[in-house]
């Protein structure tokens, strides 16, 4: 839950300022005005803002690896690298990486759309609520009960599998097709995102 609310609001939180915050500084005209594809533009973006949400699943594991090692009573006795296992948590960080580039995706649609950072930010709460309400209800699922209908679900699927992964469960479509699907959504927001680049009345709306 925590690794899916860190990859949401940092990540989100970031791809917000690169679109909605350059509408405001006017300097999103002169980016799509240069001699640079609006492909190039958005998958920059998102690329960049993935940047910032990685490198926030990335502290938050690291944190909870030293703070568990050195103090198991803070995480009920357990340490995160001895419980899970070094190759579960690079796992785990892959998958944190995947729900990364989502949000990114789906930021950049919000913040193409929206007029202002605070308006972005406003439109994008329910995105960063969502997503932990939906990661945390796996927490009380079962990891080694195969549900179809997971893998389908945004979010739901990165968490399956990041609990599958926590308690040793490898299995190629646990890990894979959830990682299709994520990234078959985030190809959606990125299709949209390039529409709204496009559309002159969205961007230059005041």
């Known amino acids: 839950v925590f690794l899916m609310v860190f990859a949401a609001s940092s990540t989100i939180s970031g791809v917000i ?3 909605s915050g350059e509408k405001e500084r006017a300097t999103m005209e ?30 938050l594991l690291a944190g909870l690896i030293i703070c568990s090692g050195a103090h198991p009573a ?23 990486a995947v729900a990364v580039f989502l949000f990114a995706s789906a930021g950049m649609a919000i913040g193409l759309y929206a007029r ?16 932990s309400a939906l990661s ?3 927490v009380a699922g079962d990891p080694f009960t195969v549900k179809a209908h997971y893998f389908f679900i945004p979010v739901v699927n ?17 890990l894979l097709l959830p990682l299709f699907v994520t990234l078959a959504y985030a190809s959606v927001f990125l299709i949209i995102s390039g529409r709204l680049l496009k559309n002159e009345s969205v961007i230059f709306r005041s």
Request: hydrophobic letters at 50%.
């Open 74 to 96: 803070l995480t009920g006795g357990m340490s995160l690298l001895r419980s899970a296992g070094a190759v579960n948590i690079l796992l785990l960080a892959a998958l944190g």
């Open 17 to 19: 300022d690169m679109t």
């Open 136 to 138: 945390s209800g796996i």
């Open 158 to 174: 990165i968490a399956y599998a990041m609990r599958s992964v926590v308690y040793g469960r490898h299995e190629a479509l646990v």
């Open 30 to 59: 002169t980016l799509t005005s240069c001699d640079v594809s609006h492909a190039s533009i958005i998958l920059g973006k998102a690329l960049a803002a993935s940047t910032i949400g990685c490198a926030s699943v990335v502290s």
């Open 116 to 131: 202002s950072v605070k308006e972005g930010t406003i439109l994008a709460l329910p995105v960063i609520v969502l997503g």
